[in-house]
């Protein structure tokens, strides 16, 4: 069925959250790229490269006095931007806020930045913030206000991004000028869910401490909610023409489910590459979808050490592991075809084998089920199906077993 879009309500309803993502997108570089969640270098950015014809611009941040960043960061934001921050402090967050409501009238800045949420709650009720949108970002992809009245046509997935494809507004209501298809792309990361709700309120939410990221309402009054646990906000979301344009999208390697991704593709991908297979399964640019918890299971099922090299695969190795890819993922898909949003994340547990089971016995041979821990992960294995019975140590101690 069907579904036509009478609005959506991001979390960020100002310019500060705008530039804090912005931000903490382009400080991060240094040190996320191609580290998890999401799983092996699939993080999507928040932040795009200005076309050639964007003028730099100057943004104003007021912030508190102990509010710091480093000069690198300001200068990687304005390379990848071509916006300037100029950061002028004065006081604690309370009285930064409490300057900005009573200059509303004649702001000293641009992006009021690092506030908690209940200082925020007070700016956005004072009505000293105005929408935000950088005009680098306004050039390459259409605003979020574009989905008003477009019907949701079909649903696709590249790797672990979900793609709703959306049809030109319906006649009679708002929307955005031209028919083309718009793609509302999305990636929940690591701790993100979508909740589904048959009566989503009609007014937006308020700004505060919960786990909303992103809400989507249709015209019935359903819709679902994107939520993010935790301290560390992955979560994504894109609109865009073509999902190519969303640069996680255009990194993915081949889709193990297609019909071309056969075992001499996966040869190809495998050959030359001394790093663990354990990571090479991890990593969307190699191949797209597998991901932490799937990686485990592939490897139980193909009997193969998680610390094997990629490169030192036989043939006959391959041709394995190539088998334990299709039927894993395709066994997955089977198992959640049909369920409701809200049953998937249980069905999804109930059908692993070992990840998330360390502890627990082999369904397979009945050993304990060992597990592995890293800095942001952990993967989980059989010592008697995987690695000869030997259990394998921590990293930071380990020889890696062939």
Known sequence: MRRSLLGTAPLVVGSACVAALALAACGGTSTTAGSSPPPASSDPSLTAPPPASFAPTTITLLAHDSFAVSK??????????????????????????????????????????????????????AGIFAPYKPAALAEVRPDLTALRGRVIDTAERHGKFLDLVTLAPAAGLDGAAGSGPLHL?????????????????????????????????????????????????????????????????????????????????????????????KGVLRDQKIIAGIGNAYSDEVLHAAKMSPFKLATS??????????????????????????????????????????????????????????????????????????????????????????
């Open 72 to 125: 690198q960061v300001l200068a990687d934001f304005e390379a990848r931007t071509g916006i300037t921050v100029k950061v002028v402090t004065g006081g604690d967050a309370g009285q930064v806020v409490n300057k900005a409501v009573l200059t509303a009238g004649a702001p000293e800045g641009d992006v009021l930045f690092g506030v908690d949420n209940t200082l925020l709650s007070r700016a956005v009720d």
């Open 185 to 277: 792309v999305m990636h929940l990361a690591r701790a993100g869910w979508l909740r589904w709700r048959e009566n989503l309120p009609a007014e937006p939410p308020r700004p505060g401490k919960g786990p909303l990221a992103f809400r989507l309402r249709f015209t019935d009054g359903a819709g679902f909610d994107l939520t993010e646990a935790g301290t560390q906000k992955r979560l994504a979301v894109y609109l865009v023409a073509d999902p190519a344009e969303v640069p996680g999208v255009a990194a993915l390697g081949p889709d193990p489910l297609a019909d071309s991704f056969t075992v001499e593709v996966l040869a190809g991908l495998l050959a030359g590459r001394r790093t663990q297979i």
């Open 313 to 402: 695969l036989a043939a006959d190795e391959v041709a394995g592991l190539h088998e334990a890819i299709i039927t894993c993922l395709r066994t997955a898909i089977a198992r959640s075809a049909g369920l409701a949003a809200g049953d998937l994340k249980a069905e999804k547990k109930s059908g692993l084998q070992v990840h998330g089971r360390a502890g627990q016995p082999c369904p397979v041979c009945g050993d304990t089920v060992r597990e592995v821990s890293f800095a942001d992960s952990a993967l989980q294995y059989c010592p008697t199906c995987q690695t000869g019975g030997k259990p394998l140590a921590d990293r930071r101690m380990s020889r890696l077993l062939r």
